[in-house]
């Protein structure tokens, strides 16, 4: 079986997310569907890497065009309007993960400058509701309430949007040491704080996304990774998105292929990633997820663009392309965070 996606491939993959994209540079979920910060950053970056770069900067124009006052953005968009205005700020982070990988793919710096005050001001939002702990809060609700837990996934991945907001920093000249310190906090409390985190560990993300961000890495990730392996890995199929469910998905799969080559298991990231292929349709988009074993579209034969993103950008960095460098296992590693000493006494990170 062929694992990683060919240039003609790639090119297909994006093909379909550009023609899913709207005239304004909105990108959503599927066809008349909504459009969240996150998803929209992730079909951006892949439309980048498969090489339609303008309509990738369309993309994040668009998103910036969004950013409310205090910096932050909604949480689902559609094409006429707002469709919830919650903030997630997970979400709200990401665009830094866009902006990092537009210099890793073409070296211009106009991008990052034009998005920096964008950048800079939902980075601020963000490290609002970051807790005395390091953990960062779900959610602010549009009345401004803030949310009640975080996340161990979300969280984690705003960590690795705070690894790539001081990468573009310091490529702009710009020293944020207090991010730093939010970084440093922040990955303590992932790798070693599960207790400040809602349990969530029946979803794949919970397992591999600490490992994807950077905060559990190198033989620590990888014990990891095999820790749960059997949980939700369905051998030739993929990842289950929860554990106990036989939902097996094209972005959970390509994301924890990610995971495993930032840990330096290339050959098995390529084989997992190569099982995506069964939901690959002929117009290079993703079925969302199949139901095991009757092999069933779920939800409703829904082929999304995020799902066509992570595979796409998982293929790019195993590859060894700028995505590689995005997910810190490049020729330019991420940032490291600054180490954090517990204040209840628990070992430096």
């Known amino acids: 079986m062929r694992q990683l996606l060919s240039p003609s491939e790639l090119a297909a993959t994006a093909g379909w997310i550009a023609s899913v994209q709207l005239p304004d540079g909105m990108i959503p979920w599927y066809p008349g569907g909504h459009a969240d910060p996150w998803n929209h950053v992730e079909a951006a970056m892949a439309l980048l890497v498969g ?12 998103l910036a065009g969004q950013q409310l006052a205090d910096g932050s953005w909604c949480s689902y968009y559609l094409a006429d309007g707002v469709e919830d205005p919650r ?12 902006a990092w990988l537009h210099h890793l793919a073409t070296g211009d710096e106009r991008v990052s400058r034009e998005l920096w005050p964008v950048l800079e001001a939902a980075v601020g939002f963000v490290l609002e509701l970051q807790q005395p702990g390091g953990e960062v809060l779900w959610c602010r609700d549009a009345d401004g309430t803030p949310g009640s837990f975080a996340l161990l996934s979300g969280s984690s991945s705003v960590l690795h949007s705070l690894r790539c907001a001081l ?20 990955a303590h409390a992932v790798a070693h704080r ?23 890495a190198g033989e620590a990730g990888r014990e990891r990774l095999e820790s749960r392996w059997a949980d939700f890995v369905e051998p030739g199929l993929g990842v289950r998105c929860v554990r106990d469910s036989r939902w097996v998905t094209a972005a959970e799969t390509a994301e924890c292929a990610l995971a495993l080559h930032v840990v330096g298991r290339t050959g098995e990231a390529a084989r997992l990633l190569g099982w995506t292929r069964h939901l690959r349709e ?32 998982a293929s790019d960095a195993l590859r060894g392309g700028p995505a590689a460098d995005l997910f810190g296992a490049g020729t330019r590693p991420l940032p490291e965070v600054v180490p954090f000493v517990d ?5 430096e990170r």
């Open 87 to 98: 903030r997630d700020l997970n979400a709200c982070a990401y665009l830094a993960a866009g």
């Open 194 to 216: 599960p207790e400040r985190f809602e349990p969530k560990d029946r979803w794949a993300m919970d397992w591999y996304y600490p490992v994807l961000c950077g905060a559990v």
């Open 51 to 62: 090489g339609r770069r303008g309509e990738a900067e369309a993309a994040l124009s668009w």
């Open 282 to 313: 002929v117009d290079g988009s993703y079925a969302t997820g199949c139901v095991h074993p009757e092999c069933i579209r779920f939800p409703g034969g829904e082929r999304s663009t995020y799902s066509a993103a992570a595979v796409l950008l």
């Open 343 to 347: 204040p209840e006494g628990a070992a």
């Open 167 to 186: 990468a573009v920093a310091g490529r702009l000249g710009e020293e944020r040491p207090d991010w730093e310190l939010a970084a440093g906090r922040l």
